[in-house]
């Protein structure tokens, strides 16, 4: 059973820092592009970052050059450091695996605000 659990968010006001993590479990975590994914109020999901297996990275323009995904094959983890947070970028973040629909985790809600 595939499980994707994440962690890490939290307020913090504009301009502030977070890291969020995501621990997946039964996969084999090394074989697949794994990516964060966020959904504001009233908005679609979407892609905000990817990473595959090789480590090669791409990023939705909203969040490039202040995002940053990086992954722990040892550990199964996915990490992204979140820098210069804005209004936008408030929203629930989940992880999973790149372009798949199943096995969503609860996500972790980022909110940030003055």
């Known amino acids: 059973q595939v499980q994707n659990v994440e962690s890490g968010g939290g307020l913090v006001q504009p301009g502030g820092s977070l890291r969020l993590s995501c621990v997946a479990s039964g996969i084999i975590f090394n074989r697949y592009s794994m990516a964060w994914y966020r959904q504001a109020p009233g908005k679609q999901r979407e892609l905000v970052a990817s990473?595959?297996?090789?480590?090669?990275?791409n990023y939705a323009d909203s969040v490039k050059g202040r995002f940053t995904i990086f992954r722990n094959n040892a550990k199964s983890t996915v990490l992204l450091q979140m820098n210069s947070l804005n209004l936008e970028d408030t929203a629930v973040y989940y992880c999973?695996?790149?372009?798949?629909?199943?096995?969503w985790g609860q996500g972790t809600q980022v909110t940030v605000s003055s």
């Open positions: 990473i595959n297996s090789e480590g090669r990275t």
């Open positions: 999973n695996r790149l372009n798949r629909d199943d096995s």
